[in-house]
C-alpha cells in the first residue's frame, strides 16, 4: 500500500504538524482541534531506502498494510546511488 508523510499547516491557528499514512487525507489539528484540514504536501514514503552497514536495503510498504507501513525487504544495493535508481524503475512499473 502506498505511504506517506502528509505535512499539514492549520487553517485556524496557523501551527504546522506532520503524521504518516497510506493516503494524503485531511487531519484533525492536533494543537486546536480544528477538523479536515488538508495537506500541503505529502512526501511518498512507500518505497525507501535504508543503510545497514555497508549496504542500501529497499524497503516496500506492501497491499497488506494498513494502520503502519509494515516494510519488507524487496532489494539490497552495494549504493544509494543503485537503490535509488532501482525505486524509479518500481515506480514507472506502477
Known amino acids: ?5 502528509n ?3 492549520c487553517y485556524k ?3 504546522y504538524w506532520a503524521t504518516d499514512w ?3 487525507c485531511d487531519d484533525e489539528c ?3 482541534q480544528a477538523r479536515n484540514a488538508t495537506a500541503i504536501d505529502s512526501v511518498d514514503l512507500t518505497n525507501i531506502v535504508v543503510q ?3 549496504a542500501f536495503i529497499v524497503l516496500n510498504s506492501p497491499p497488506t498494510a494498513e494502520h503502519h ?5 524487496v532489494a539490497r544495493f552495494s549504493s ?3 537503490a535509488e535508481d532501482f525505486i524509479e524503475t518500481l515506480d514507472r512499473e506502477f
Open 1 to 5: 500500500m502506498a505511504w506517506y508523510l
Open 80 to 82: 544509494a546511488k543503485l
Open 7 to 9: 505535512n499539514y499547516r
Open 22 to 24: 497510506s493516503c494524503a
Open 13 to 15: 491557528c496557523h501551527r
Open 52 to 54: 545497514e552497514n555497508d
Open 30 to 32: 492536533p494543537y486546536c
Open 69 to 73: 507501513p509494515d516494510y519488507w525487504e
